[in-house]
């Protein structure tokens, strides 16, 4: 059964296009936590936050510096990762091996 999952920006509530759906709904399947993903050829920015970093979070091509500040309010005291810098090219699916691991390393630091 095909599921069309609804992207939609955080700020204006744009849609993306279809080629930025595609693309947005292939990042849906991988495991990150606290990362920024371009999603082209729309330039979305996608907040993939889990656990204490909330929800996935997206912005389309016109908004993406202001989900960065939205996700800086928001999470912006617990680490780095809120404050990264593009470009975030997605760079294929990540193992779960290296997710689990991550797990690992967040539960030993709280
Ligand atoms: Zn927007």
Same mark, same amino acid.
């Given at each position: 059964m095909p599921v069309t999952v609804v992207f939609k920006?955080?700020?204006?509530g744009a849609r993306p296009d279809l080629a930025t759906q595609v693309a947005l709904e292939r990042q849906l399947l991988d495991l990150r936590h606290g990362e920024y993903v371009d999603a082209e050829p729309g330039r979305w920015l996608t907040w993939? @936050?889990?656990?204490?970093?909330g929800p996935q979070r997206y912005a389309c091509g016109d908004h993406r510096g202001e989900l960065k500040a939205l996700v800086r309010e928001h999470?912006?005291?617990?680490?780095w990762h809120p404050w990264a810098s593009g470009?975030?090219?997605?760079? @294929?699916r990540r193992g779960t091996d290296r997710a689990r691991a991550l797990a690992r390393t967040l539960r030993s630091t709280f």
């Open positions: 920006c955080e700020i204006c993939h @936050g889990r656990g204490m970093y999470y912006g005291t617990l680490g470009p975030h090219p997605w760079a @294929g």
